[in-house]
């Protein structure tokens, strides 16, 4: 089994040497396989959410080098990067990042339609990840009408409805109540093994984090 993500020594600092800096990666290496669910936790400020925002390239300012689906995103163009965000990567937050103005279907289908997909092309898929997160009856409401249970279920389906090979998710449930909360790690969990896509996830959680295949512990910059 291949890993899907490798970092190698990766230093990440806030500020330069004119400011006041602040190192919150100091060397970090990690991997995590192909199909695997892995929980990513530390203390407040141990630079967990950081570390996964360098891996879905959501920030290139690091030194070392990070992996991801078999490609280095160190020094990729920018152009390359997206590819791998738009087809491989999903991303989900712990706060939804709906658009109001659009309906459930319509959030998930947005980034494909963006993409240049059609309507069309997308509607069996549409229904498959309706059922598989339980929003089927919910498919024309807006997002005011949801609650922040069913808000999180419409963007884990706007992060699946790519087939993406790894889902990165911040404090998923960071927002939700305990029964909501046991609930999206049920679906991750249901995701991650029906579907074959490898979760990173970060949370402060032990609950949560005991969703996954295994716990990696970020302790002053570095993981143990």
Request: proline letters at 1%; aromatic letters at 6%.
């Amino acid at each position: 089994m291949e890993n899907i993500i490798e970092v190698k020594d990766v230093k990440k600092v806030f500020g330069s040497e004119k400011t006041v800096s602040t190192k919150v990666l100091d060397g970090v290496n990690m991997n995590v396989r192909e199909g695997e669910f892995v929980s990513l936790m530390g203390a407040s400020g141990s630079g967990k959410s950081t570390l996964l925002y360098l891996i879905g390239g959501l920030d290139r300012d690091f030194t070392g080098d990070i992996s991801v689906c078999g490609k280095s995103i160190s020094n990729i163009k920018e152009k390359e990067l997206s590819e791998i965000r738009l087809n491989d990567i999903g991303f989900i937050f712990q706060f939804y990042n709906l658009v109001q103005n659009l309906n459930v279907e319509d959030n998930i289908m947005l980034p494909q339609l963006v993409a240049g997909k059609s309507r069309a092309s997308l509607k069996k898929k549409l229904d498959e990840i309706l059922n598989i997160v339980g929003l089927t009856e919910k498919r024309k409401q807006y997002p005011s009408k949801l609650s922040g249970g069913q808000q999180q279920r419409v963007a884990i389906a706007r992060a699946v409805m790519g087939d993406p090979k790894l889902i990165l998710a911040d404090e998923a449930t960071g927002n939700l109540d305990k029964k909501s909360g046991a609930e999206i790690m049920e679906l991750f969990r249901k995701i991650n093994k029906e579907k074959g896509i490898s979760i990173l996830q970060v949370t402060h959680s032990e609950k949560c984090a005991e969703y996954g295949d295994r716990i990696v512990w970020l302790d002053s910059g570095k993981t143990i």
